[in-house]
Every structure is written in C-alpha cells, then in structure tokens.
C-alpha cells in the first residue's frame, strides 16, 4: 500500500500553488509590460513549438512514476534516458524552427536560441515524474523554487537590462536548472542504484503508449501555431496568452489532487476520489468566479492595451474549469489500470485498456476542436475582423469542443468509481462564491481607480480579491460542515 498522505500532499502542492499565482503573476507583469505585442506574441509562440519535441519525454517520466509509486528503483535509469533523449531533441527542434520560419516573419534567431530550455524541460520533467511517485509534494518545492527565482532573474535581464524575449528565455533556463537541483537533492534517495537496461529497454518497446497521449497534448498546443499560420498576427495571439494566464489560476484548484494518481498506482482504495473530488469544488468554483469578476482589473494590471479583452477571459474560465475537471477524471481513471503490473501483457492487451482508451478519446476531442478552428479562421481570415473578435471565436470553438469530452469522462468516471455526486455542497460552495465575490464587485466598481501605474493599482485590486477570498472562507465554514472538517484536517497535517 502506498505510503502517500493524500491531504498533506494535496494541502501543500495547493498552498505552495497559491504563492505561484503570485509570483507567475508578478513574471508576467514583467513581460507583459516590458515586452511588445510582438515580442510577447513569440514569447508565447515558443512554448507552443518546444512542445513538439517534448513528444519524446513521457517515454520515461510515463514509466518512471508508475515505477517508483510500486517501490521500484527506476531512479538512475530515468535520469540518464532522460538525458539521452533530449540530446535527440534538440536537432529535432531546429528542423521544426526552420520549417516554421520559411512560412512566417517571426524572427528565427530568437527561436533557435529557446533551445537552450529543451534539456532543462526534459529533466525538470522526470525528475518531477519521480518525485510524483515518491513525495508528490517535492514537486511542489521544485515548482516553487523556480516561480521564486523567475522574478530576480527575469527583473534584472528584462526590465534593467532590457533584453527583450532573450532575457525571457534566459530567465527560464536559470529557473529550470535551479528547480532541478532542488528537485534532485530531495530526491536523491530513489536515485541510488544501478542503471537497469531490463527497464530501458522495456520503455522503448512500449514507446507508443506513453508517447500517445502526448500526442492530443501536441496537437492542443497546434492551435497557437494553426492561428498565427493562417491569420498571420503575432499580436492578435498576446490576446490569447494574457486570457490564458489569468483563466490559468483556476487550474491551481488541481493540486489538492494532486496526490490522488500516485496513490490509486500503489493500491490506496478508490473512495479517495469520491471525497477529494468535493474539495477540488470547493477551491476550483470560487476561482472561477474570482477571475470572472476581476477580468477588467487583472487584465489593466498586466497591461492597459489588453483590457478589452475581458470577454475572452470569461470564456477561458469556463474552459479551464471543463479541462481541470477532465484531468482529474482523466489520472484517477487511468491510477486504477493494472494492465502495466503484468509483465507477459501484449500490445493487443495495452490497447484494450484504459491507458490506450483515454488518450484515444483526448486526441479525438482535439482534432476535432483543431479541425473546426482551421475551417472557421480559413473563412474569416478575408474579412477585416479585429484581432479581439478572432480571438473571442478561438476561444468559443475551444469551449464548446470541450464540453461533450469533459461530460464524457465524468460518465466513464462514475461508472469505474461508482461516483456520486452530491449537488449540495456544490451549490453551497457557488452560492458563497457568488455572494462574496459580488460584495468585491460592487465594491470595486465603487472605489478601485484605474491607475497607470501598477504599483499604485495592484495593490488596490489585491484587497478587493482578498476581500472576496476572507469572505467565502467565513461563509463555507459557517454553513458547510466539509469545510469545517477540511480546516480540522489541516490542523491536524501542522501538528503532524
């Protein structure tokens, strides 16, 4: 039986997610500030094409956790085949960067030079993927060491040097390697041993299942590519970008499941979803109404130019909620495949189980979604619409491909759980939501002064949010006993 304490875990992977939200918030201010539409458009648009090549990097991490979450040591093995591929890589992405370039403006020095991040990626990943499996928190302490160190790095090379999307990727490389020595220090223990050829070579023959699933990842990540391809505008992606950052903090809701896949992998009873599944509600619900509401704000705070841009915002909310519900659905489903346990499986068996099922199902779910987009922009690109209104039509084909997939796996889920939901505490939760964050609003609109200066705004938007946050806390405790037992619990994990 796995030795992972869910709530630990998940409380710590939350809190230290919180502070994220604050320092990735204070990173893109930075950029988002000192750099152009243009700049923050290639910025955004190198994520976009280093995630090709990262294909290649479930072939280990994929095992890896699986591996140490059932005691094995698959530490020394993951790290060298880690380093293995992303030399591989690095070629691969120079070929994708040339191909790119001859059909856009955008400047290929600059997407040469993000080659630097590919290695950095490779390890952050399977070290995380081994601490996954072991003490998911320390991937938390990883995450945040990393958000910690973005900003002294990213403050001196963007905004006193003045080094545009180079220090950005600097920025990032510096980060990287710093969350990797945390991560390989506290995780030194499961990576004693002796490098097994046995598992390398058993993670190569079944390169095709972890791989798979990347591939929907892949194909989500085309759209940032398919939309500046066709429409041709670096500067209408930004729009994107900054809707994606600020509905983003709703993802953060996640991480107090974050120890769930892990533990389902070692054997813990499948009732741990029925119960965390109420607690990601509780946290994911007023983030999405937090982020409705302080649209405008967050928006003016990142940069003045991208405050019309708040229906955007809304939409990509709503879709992050309907992806982070489909993750969890998607890893409790898959931490509960024992196909892998059985050494004499054949291919025919891995297809017929749920690892091969449910990345089947994403990367049908995205096609379409690409698909549809392709079409839709292909017909609107000769019309004169603005960039804000093609963006608004980006973000609404996302959404609406997302919901049938989204109901879908709840299905799925239900049945392998046999999961019920009670509709009580989710009205509770969206009541107090509602109430306090509408107190902020009103509030809001009455006093905050949209101020050029972020040092004199930021501020003033905080106490509104945190305003809003107190607010729901005191309401939730005082009417709903989950929340009294969670604040128990937590209590308890600090006396602990």
Not at 59 to 74: M, V
């Amino acid at each position: 039986m796995s030795g992972i304490r869910v709530t630990y875990s998940g409380l710590i992977s939350f809190s230290i997610g919180l502070v994220g939200v604050l320092t990735g918030l204070i990173f893109t201010l930075i950029i988002t500030r000192e750099l152009s539409q243009e700049e923050f458009g290639t910025w955004s648009l190198i994520g976009g094409l280093t995630g090709y090549v990262l294909i290649l990097e479930p072939i280990i991490s994929y095992w890896t956790t699986r591996e140490i979450a059932r005691n094995k040591k698959s530490g020394k093995t993951a790290i060298l085949s880690s380093g293995i591929f992303s030399a591989m890589a690095i070629p691969i992405y120079f070929l994708i960067v040339i191909l790119f370039v001859t059909h856009s403006n955008v400047d290929k020095n600059i997407l040469l030079f993000s080659a630097i991040l590919i290695p950095v990626l490779f390890f952050r990943h399977v070290l995380a993927s081994i601490n996954f499996g072991y003490k998911p928190q320390v991937v938390s302490y990883g995450l945040l060491v990393f958000e910690v160190t973005k900003i002294p790095v990213a403050l001196f090379l963007i905004y006193f040097m003045n080094m545009g999307v180079y220090g950005a990727i600097i920025t990032a490389f510096v980060a990287g390697i710093s969350s990797i020595f945390v991560q390989i220090i506290l995780s030194y223990e499961k990576m004693k041993g002796e490098f097994s050829f046995q598992s390398f070579k058993k993670w190569i023959k079944l390169f095709w299942l972890p791989t798979y699933p990347r591939l929907s990842e892949i194909i989500s990540n085309s759209d940032i590519v398919i939309f500046t391809l066709i429409i041709g505008s670096i500067e209408a992606l930004s729009f994107w970008v900054v809707a994606m950052a600020i509905g983003g903090v709703i993802l953060h809701s996640t991480k107090i499941s974050k120890a769930i896949y892990p533990k389902l992998l070692g054997g813990g009873k499948k009732e741990y979803l029925q119960e965390n599944i109420v607690r990601v509600f509780y946290f994911s619900i007023p983030l999405v109404v937090m982020t409705i509401v302080f649209a405008r704000p967050a928006l003016f705070t990142l940069n003045p130019i991208y405050e019309d841009a708040v229906i955007v915002v809304w939409i990509i909310s709503i879709l992050v909620f309907l992806r982070m519900l489909s993750n969890v659905f998607n890893l409790s489903v898959s931490g509960i495949e024992k196909v892998d346990l059985n050494d004499k499986a054949t291919v025919k068996d891995y297809i017929k189980s749920k690892l091969f099922y449910l990345p089947t199902l994403r990367i049908i779910q995205r096609g379409i979604y690409l698909i549809i987009l392709a079409i839709v922009l292909l017909l609107v690109q000769s019309e004169k619409f603005s960039d804000l209104y093609l963006v608004t039509i980006w973000a609404l084909i996302a959404l609406f491909s997302q919901i049938p997939y989204t109901v879908y796996l709840f299905v799925i889920t239900k049945k392998e759980f046999k999961l019920k939901i009670n509709l009580k505490p989710i009205f509770k939760y969206t009541f107090a939501s509602i109430i306090s964050f509408g107190i902020s609003y009103i509030l809001m609109n009455e006093y905050l002064e949209y101020k050029t200066s972020v040092f004199e705004f930021l501020p003033q938007m905080f106490v509104f949010m945190i305003l809003g946050i107190t607010i729901y806390f005191i309401i939730t405790f005082l009417i709903d006993l989950k929340t009294r037992n969670l604040v128990k619990k937590i209590l308890l994990e600090i006396k602990k």
